[in-house]
């Protein structure tokens, strides 16, 4: 970490002699490819909303570490995304409803046992506030390598198994019978958004999480040609939105998250009128 300070003061810019933004600028760019990968995994399997209920079932986590006095509840959180994912899969892969009804299901599920924990025996929901928000400024060097970690073990997972991943989004019968086992690969996938999720909802908040699991690969499919550019131009456009809406969220005095989710609105609306015009 004192590599990165010592070049993070080597920039232009007043707000890099504050340790907190060197940590939170540090954790953008380690979260940036993070969601840029995660999201053309999950625009390209039609699983926007899986997001959306897992971040419901992190914060059920959170609430039952709570419950049973933790003082970190990180750990309880993952688990129970982990499992909520396995469960979900398990319950697809026997089910006949479509993949949308299911999320539906688990969501308002997750969403209901967590506020029905919080405010089990009259306890105030108010502690749970910062979840909802996030705030990437209170982000610790320790957590920080703990995204390194996750990113790493993304990218190896995506260098092996993004072909497979694809196909069996776009034909999962057709994935079958090339000896691809769907389900495993489906699996596999879901727990990798479980982990991303949890650990992301501190400092991105439940309220926005899904925007940033969705925005860079929605953006990114209106100006690709081939899937190499999908991959990269949905990196780089989360790179892109991360570092501005921080750089704009310090300056304006208002949250990171929301700041970085406006600036993916913002490009995705452009990328429509750059598809538009083609």
Request: some cysteine.
């Amino acid at each position: 970490m004192s590599f990165w300070y010592w070049l993070c003061e080597l920039l232009p810019f007043d707000f890099m002699k504050w340790d907190f933004m060197k940590n939170a600028l540090l954790a953008a760019l380690l979260m940036a490819p993070l969601f840029g990968i995660c999201s053309t995994m999950i625009v390209t399997g039609r699983m926007s909303f899986f997001s959306d209920a897992l971040g419901h079932s992190a914060f059920t986590g959170i609430a039952i570490g709570s419950i049973c006095g933790l003082s970190d509840s990180l750990w309880v959180a993952v688990l129970f995304s982990v499992v909520f994912a396995l469960l979900f899969s398990l319950v697809r892969s026997r089910s006949n409803h479509a993949a949308d009804t299911l999320i539906s299901v688990f969501s308002s599920t997750a969403v209901a046992l967590g506020i029905f924990l919080a405010t089990l025996d009259g306890g105030s929901f108010t502690k749970y506030n910062r979840y909802l928000i996030g705030d990437i400024l209170s982000v610790t060097p320790g957590e920080i390598g703990l995204l390194l970690i996750t990113l790493i073990g993304v990218l190896v997972f995506w260098c092996t198994s993004s072909n497979r991943l694809t196909l069996t989004a776009i034909h999962p019968q057709l994935a079958s019978s090339r000896g691809i086992s769907v389900t495993v690969t489906q699996t596999v996938f879901t727990v990798l958004i479980a982990v991303v999720v949890t650990l992301a909802i501190n400092w991105v908040g439940l309220l926005i999480l899904n925007s940033l699991l969705v925005l860079p690969g929605a953006a990114s499919r209106n100006l690709s040609r081939n899937l190499r550019q999908y991959h990269l131009f949905s990196i780089l456009i989360a790179l892109f939105a991360s570092i501005a809406g921080l750089i704009l969220s310090y300056y304006l005095g208002a949250s990171s998250g929301a700041a970085i989710s406006l600036m993916l609105a913002v490009i995705l609306g452009i990328s429509m009128l750059v598809k538009k015009a083609r």
